[in-house]
């Protein structure tokens, strides 16, 4: 049943891709030669190869770009793969979007290169999200909700990256338990304009009863 499973959703992913990305679909299973990536402010190419599945084939014997001649020592052999790409895909745009570029799409072409495959993938950046406000709530009597909120991470004005508003509710727990709090909770909620490229978010604080030795 396992093995069955696999073979359908491979063969799902195949169809899908063959639907949306034809090349990609036409020239699976070849060998890549190389894998390059346009468009991709503010990240560079080699922070967007470290988060995917298709790479290039290589030569790399004990960290250096080097191939032992006439043997298979050193060689990273890769080949396309239609679920890969898809996985790519979903992942450079889930990596834009929480880097607050909502609208981020990502489209793959597969270039035939002799018997080898290049694989691009063009980053069609969506633009910044802002963030206009930002309200903590439940921290009165225990700490000032507005100079809390002046020291997190994440601010009014700046494009809304989720990892930092994540860490700004992170600086929250982290005051707390050292004042005792050991069980605080801290609720994220926020709302995206799409249209106007805005967005509000709000921390709400659980503190908690404070905990003594």
Do not use: K, W
């Amino acid at each position: 049943v396992l093995a069955a499973s696999c073979v359908l959703s491979a063969c799902g992913a195949h169809s899908r891709v063959a639907e949306l990305y034809p090349d990609v679909a036409e020239n699976s299973g070849r060998r890549i030669s190389s894998v390059e990536f346009v468009n991709t402010e503010p990240f560079d190419a080699d922070t967007l190869l470290t988060l995917v599945r298709t790479l290039p084939s290589r030569c790399n014997f004990l960290g250096l770009p080097f191939c032992v001649p006439f043997t298979r020592i050193g060689r990273e052999e890769h080949s396309l793969s239609s679920s890969a790409v898809l996985a790519d895909v979903e992942t450079l745009e889930r990596f834009y979007r929480i880097a607050g570029y909502f609208g981020t799409r990502v489209e793959p072409t597969a270039t035939p290169d002799g018997d080898d495959v290049d694989v691009t993938f063009e980053i069609f950046r969506g633009d910044p999200v802002v963030l206009d406000y930002m309200a903590v709530t439940g921290t009165e009597g225990l700490m000032d909700p507005d100079s809390l909120a002046r020291a997190l991470p994440l601010q009014p004005g700046e494009i809304f990256h989720l990892g930092e508003f994540i860490a700004s509710s992170d600086h929250i727990v982290t005051a707390l338990r050292r004042r005792g709090h050991a069980n605080v909770e801290v609720l994220r909620s926020f709302t995206v304009d799409t249209i106007d490229n805005r967005a509000e978010a709000a921390l709400d604080v659980v503190p908690g009863p404070r905990v003594v030795v």
